[in-house]
């Protein structure tokens, strides 16, 4: 017997980062866009526990207990008194290191996963309270939908969406690492006062009425300098999209995939030929949000 648990990406249409914390993680306002690019994590009893991966970025998936999915079967037995013998194989289709939620996707899955194959049958509250230990972007891909994560990102007020936004997703050569990017930013605010991150009402009120050209005029992400100062080719992606007609371009999360909102399905697919023919990013999807969470499928 096995379960499979479906888990989608995510884009953070506003990420207002505040200063560091003493505990080194940051306040944020950060919201949250599932969107239709998916990992599927299917659990297995097994001898121990083990994690494989297969997809066209599965050898820069660490297969060890640093593996988020690994460290999701591990809390629940624990939290249980179950043993974690148990095979997580991850068909991913997510970026890996891309700043769209693949690792805290795999995690909320095999949290998932483990819970209906064990029959642990924990609460909504326990299941988040678990994400919220592993990182502070798992809750969110167990919600999924569009919501507000405050505190460090992984205090969730969920938020409606009145409508479906079409996007473009253009992939980097080689990721980059979120602490990096999050030192980064330390770095080019270091004697800047920062304000306290807020949502912007403009930003929200374009989601609930599914206002693709007030979203595109509100979307922001304050670790876009860091991302960009890390690596500056990425400007030349973002201008190529936008040129192509995308109504806004940014930094998808610490990076470096970026993001493109388009007006409609066949905007989409324009920004994305182009992108691809420019030859200033790795590989391009196409795809919508909001998109469900993690779902048994
Ligand atoms: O919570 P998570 O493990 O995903 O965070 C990865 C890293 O990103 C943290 O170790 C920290 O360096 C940075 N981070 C942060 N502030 C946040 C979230 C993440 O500084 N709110």
């Known amino acids: 017997m096995s379960v499979t648990v479906r888990v989608p990406a995510k884009v953070n249409v ?31 009893p097994a001898e121990e526990l083990s994690v494989t991966c297969s997809g066209p970025d599965a050898g820069q998936v660490p297969l060890d207990r640093t593996n988020l999915a690994a460290r999701a079967a591990l809390a629940l037995a624990e939290r249980h008194g179950l043993d974690p013998a148990v095979h997580l194989h991850i068909t991913k289709d997510i970026p890996v290191a891309g700043g769209m939620a693949g690792g805290s996707a795999d995690g909320a899955g095999a949290l998932v996963a483990c819970d209906a194959l064990w029959g642990t049958h924990a609460s909504r509250e326990e299941l988040l309270d678990i994400c919220a230990e592993l990182g502070s972007d798992v809750p969110f891909s167990l919600v999924g939908g569009a919501a507000l994560g405050t505190g460090r990102g992984e205090k969730l007020t969920p938020l409606e969406v009145g409508g479906t936004f079409h996007w473009v997703f253009a992939t980097a050569d080689g990721g980059l690492s979120t602490p990096a990017v999050y030192r980064e930013f330390d770095r080019l605010t270091e004697g800047v006062g920062i304000p306290e991150p807020t949502a912007s009402e403009e930003l929200l009120t374009a989601l609930a009425k599914g206002d693709v050209n007030a979203l595109a005029a509100t979307l922001s992400n ?57 030859g200033t990013c790795r590989t391009v999807r196409v795809t919508t949000g909001p998109a469900a969470g993690a779902t048994v499928l």
């Open 14 to 44: 506003q990420l207002a980062v505040g200063g560091a914390r003493p505990d080194g993680f940051h306040d944020l306002a950060n919201v949250f866009l599932a969107v239709g690019l998916y990992d599927e994590i299917t659990v297995t």
């Open 222 to 278: 304050d670790l876009q300098p860091a991302a960009l100062s890390l690596r500056p080719s990425l400007a030349d992606t973002l201008a190529e999209g936008r040129a192509a007609g995308a109504l806004a371009g940014l930094v998808s999360g610490s990076g470096p995939t970026t993001a493109f909102l388009a007006a409609d399905a066949e905007s989409a697919r324009t920004v994305a030929r182009a992108l691809r023919e420019s």
